[in-house]
């Protein structure tokens, strides 16, 4: 539940800056009609409030689900002491080719994990 207002409180935001969300522009409408599937209500129980996600029949959540999962295993790694802003300081610096803002390739580096933790990800494509 927790994931999930912290999401729709980012989808909130107008401006881009620190807690916004980005969005590739190759998203289309029902994307974002998956991500915004469900709502928050209250019912009562015994007289006390409950807030629970509602999710109407018919519609389809799995975009927000996808959302929510990765914000979870973001939080999880970074219990476990991963600094991200160490990471990007890891990063070559960027070559004035790519400095575009209109160059929609990602400028990433690779992981560094043990040669077992690579084929355990490697494997865990194809369940």
């Known amino acids: 539940d927790a994931a999930k207002e912290a999401i729709y409180a980012r989808l909130k935001k107008s401006e881009a800056g620190a807690g916004a969300m980005h969005f590739p522009l190759d998203r289309d409408a029902q994307y974002f009609e998956q991500l915004t599937a469900e709502r928050i209500r209250t019912r009562y129980v015994k007289g006390f409030p409950q807030r629970f996600w509602w999710k109407p029949d018919g519609r ?13 295993a973001l939080h999880g790694l970074l219990s476990m002491g991963l600094n991200l802003n160490k990471r990007v300081e890891a990063l070559p610096p960027v070559p004035a ?7 929609p390739r990602p400028v990433t580096a690779p992981m560094t994990a043990s040669p077992r933790r690579r084929r355990m990800a490697i ?5």
């Open 60 to 72: 389809r959540n799995e975009a927000l689900d996808c959302r929510v999962y990765a914000y979870a």
């Open 123 to 127: 494997s865990s494509n194809y369940i």
């Open 97 to 103: 080719s790519r400095q575009s803002r209109n160059d």
